[in-house]
Each structure stands twice: as C-alpha cells, then as structure tokens.
C-alpha cells in the first residue's frame, strides 16, 4: 500500500481510520528502514506478523514472484509444492551466485537483501557478545564441521606447501573429520591432565610446529568450549604462538557464542596474538534447526576469501532462520537468556552435587568449562556404564553423555584410544550434562530427578560396581513406578512449557 492508494481508500471510508491504518504501516516501516540503515540487530523484539511482512515484501523482489515473469533458464526457483514455497516464504532462489556466496543475484534481489541483512546482524551479534573487533561475518548451510572444513581449504590454497593440520584433541567426530574431508593431515596433540581438567599442551603444538616446519601448517585449529572435563584451548597463547611462526589460527567456537568466556577468550587472543577465523554453530548458540554456522574473522579480506572458495549457490534457509529469530528474539531477552543459562549453570552444579554426594559421586572439578558439568560414575562398572545414558534416553532425558574407560574408537582410519573422553586413559568413568542457552529450571529439576532414580537403580543393580544385575520384582515395581512418575513430570513440564511461551507473548506484546 503506497500513499496514493491509502487516499483512495478514503472514498470508500472513513479517512480517520485510513489514517489509523496508514500510521500502523509507517511504524513498521520506520522499523524496517532503521534495520536497513544500521544493519544491526534490534534491541527489542519484532512481533511475527511485522516479520512476515517483511519478507512477503522482500520475497516479491525475487523475479520467480513477478506477476509475469517468463523464466526459460535451467534454474528458475520452480516450486511444485504450495507447502514447500509456503515454509520458505516463497524464497526459492537461494543465496550467492556461482562464484561467492555472499554475492547478490540479479534474479534474486528479495533473498539478497535478506542475506545481506543476516550477515550484518550475525557480526553485530558476535560483537555485542564479546568480539567487539570482529570484522566480518556471514552465514554458511552447513553444520560445523564443513564449516571449519571450508575455512582450512582456503588456508590451503593460502600456503601451497602446507598439508598438516595441528589439533589439540576434542573427541567430537565432525572436528576430525573435517580435517580428513578437507585431504589434510591431523597432527593430534594429546591434552594435559591438570586435576580433574583436559588442558592445552603449549610445548608440544609448538614442538610439531618446529618438528614439521611452519610453512608446511595449514593451521592450528584449537576449540573454545566442549563437553567436560575438556576445557577450553589456551587461546591467547595458541594466538602467540601462531603470530610468532606466521601460522593461520582456527577457532572451533561451535558452542561459544552463548558464553561471555568463550567470546572473551577469542579476542584476547586475536589482541595479542592471532586468528583468521572463528565459526559458531547457529542452531547451539541462537535457537534455530541445525544446518547453519556463522564463520567470522577479524581481516576481512580473509573472510570474504572463505566465502569464495564455497562452490555454488547455497540454501537461503538457515539464513531466512537466523533472520527470523534474531528479530523474534531481539537483543534485550538473548541477553536475558544468557543471563539466566549462566545462572542455572550454577543451579545445575550444585544440584548434580548434591546428586552425586547422594551416591557416593562427584562433581569433577573444571572450573573453566563454562557450560558442561560431569560427575564420576566410580561405582559403575565400565561395561555397564554407558547403559545409564540409556536408562535416562528411555525415561525422556536427551543430551546426556556417559563416558567409559577403556573405549577405543576409529574415525576416519585414525585409532583414538578412551574415546569420548578427550585422552588416552581419563581416570574414570563419568557422565556429562550441560546447561546450554535455552534451559529451564524445570529442565534442570526433572533431569536431576530421574538421575537420582537412575543412579540409586543402578547401585541396586551393580552393588560395589563388580556384581550381576540381580532381577527381581523391587524392580519390576520400581520400573512401573517411574514410568507414572515421568509420566506425571512430562504433564508438569509441558504446563511449565505453556505458562514460559505464554509469558514470552506477553512480554513481546507489551514490546510491540
């Protein structure tokens, strides 16, 4: 509706209510040529209908939408299904062009103005977060691991004579494999055992990067955050080291976005030493689906390098996500959701504890994980412990990690002895859980709940950690009562869940 059609609309009625309707259109439009000027991300909250005109609009900039477009190319965004245009705003051309990702197309000026926008506030967003020197940023269809992936092809075809990959070990499948997917060589530096924590092993990067020769590094990938008792990389000191033998330096930042540490971290480490590149999940750090990462630096010359070597154009939908739900969200409540996921960190520490203490366990000591918490499982027999995690997956409690001793692992033809546990031989058994962004108190109490039944079920089982499961009907009644009782929790969830979306609508009307 332009202006000219608004006075038209005061023949038919009343002009007191066009204009009504015509200063409701100008605020929305006052919000969206705010947006299109700072290209940052909005304090407060957009409502969802404001949002979805927005991208009606836009998507009528895509020439498949053209009220008589004649398309006789090989690829004019053709959508046979109305549920398929419908979940995609009617975006059906993507983003980038053949040569650039982060490119514009002619036939696509909707989408790219859409991609456009999310990348700006995906870098302010990781400024506001804690990398206030970030340069440039932009949002790539792919998980973290191709992710990463893409990053170290480019430094490949930075240094031609380079093919080794340093790593200080996490043991997450998609970090390794990306090294072997990308045909270069993983040089696994085992972590420093320092009481409970998995720590960097400073000497020994800088003795393969002596022992291999700098210039044949393609980089140094180091990780900020990961499941416990892994901490994260030494990243100021890994950044010496690499501004010292003028090595690239990667940061897997898949989980870190969300953590004040982890952000912190990587900007200490670019002031004084170096990193090309930081890439962080979408779907772990901003509530969105998985299939979308944000790779950042701080050279933007290297980071438009890394969006060049992506081949072809690329999905629009995890970027369409991302723009959807920073404006759903807006600033002000992420930030309150950080705030209250590093304030149940410390809820859910003290109750595992205290869970632990219960069953003759512990809370392992890391201190300088800021989002993964474990407690041994010193009672529970190695070959059994894993079924725990089982025990729990079946009574409705998901993301929870049971690691045991002894566990040997081949990813990608490399043999990794105590897998899932970041070392060779960790001193026992135990089992993670995270506060991660986006729990609940009451997510918190029910896990811990049904830990506590699980663990006191197992000590039945596995007296002293050395004996049979002997079967009789206390467990069988046992097993019948914790399924009312997750029966009976689910229901008080799902009334939490309701009266938390309904305070959420609340607070975004009182927003709008």
Known sequence: MNEENFKICERLISSTYVRQGTDARKTLENRFRTLLEQKKWPDECWDEQSIEMILSELSIMDSNNFPHNCGVGERESRIASYLVAQRHYRFGHGIGRSGDITDIQPKAAGSSIVMKLTNAMATDALRRLGVPSVASAFVVPMATGMSLMLCMLTFRNLRPRAKFVIWPRIDQKSCFKSIITAGLEPVVIENRLEGDELCTDLAAIEKAIVDLGADKVVCVMTTTNCFT????????????????????????????????????????????????????????????????????????????????????????????????????????????????????????????????????????????????????????????????????????????????????????????????????????????????????????????????????????????????????????????????????????????????????????????
């Open 229 to 512: 008792p892994r901490v994260p990389d030494s990243l100021p000191e890994v950044g010496e080291l690499c501004k010292k033998f003028d090595i690239p330096h990667l940061v897997n930042n898949a989980y870190g976005a969300q953590s004040s540490k982890c952000m912190h971290l990587i900007q200490q480490a670019q002031r004084i030493g170096r990193i090309d590149a930081f890439v962080q999940s979408t779907d772990k750090n901003f509530l969105v689906p998985v299939g979308g990462a944000i790779i950042a630096g701080f050279d933007a010359k290297i980071v438009e390098k890394i969006s060049k070597m992506y081949p072809g154009r690329a999905s629009a939908s995890p970027t369409i996500d991302l723009f959807i739900t920073l404006l759903s969200l807006g600033y002000t409540e992420y930030k309150r959701l950080l705030k209250e996921r590093k304030d149940l960190f410390a809820y859910l520490h003290q109750q595992m504890a205290d869970c632990a203490q219960k069953h003759g366990e512990r809370v392992l000591a890391t201190k300088n994980n800021p989002i993964s918490i474990g407690i041994t499982l010193s009672s529970v027999p190695p070959e059994t412990a894993t079924g725990l995690g089982s025990m729990l997956f079946m009574r409705s409690i998901s993301g929870v990690r049971v690691v045991a001793r002894g566990v040997v692992q081949n990813v990608a033809g490399h043999e990794f002895r105590g897998f899932g546990s970041h070392c060779n031989n960790y001193p026992c058994n135990y089992l993670t859980a995270a506060a991660a962004v986006g729990i609940t108190k009451a997510d918190v109490d029910l896990f811990v709940k049904r830990l506590d039944k699980v663990l006191a079920k197992s000590n039945r089982l596995h007296p002293g950690g050395d004996k049979e499961p002997v079967p009789g009907n206390d467990v069988i009644s046992d097993d019948k009562n914790e399924q009312l009782s997750a029966a009976v929790d689910q229901t008080v969830c799902a009334e939490q869940d309701v009266a938390t979306i309904g305070a959420n609508m609340v607070r975004k009307t009182v927003a709008s």
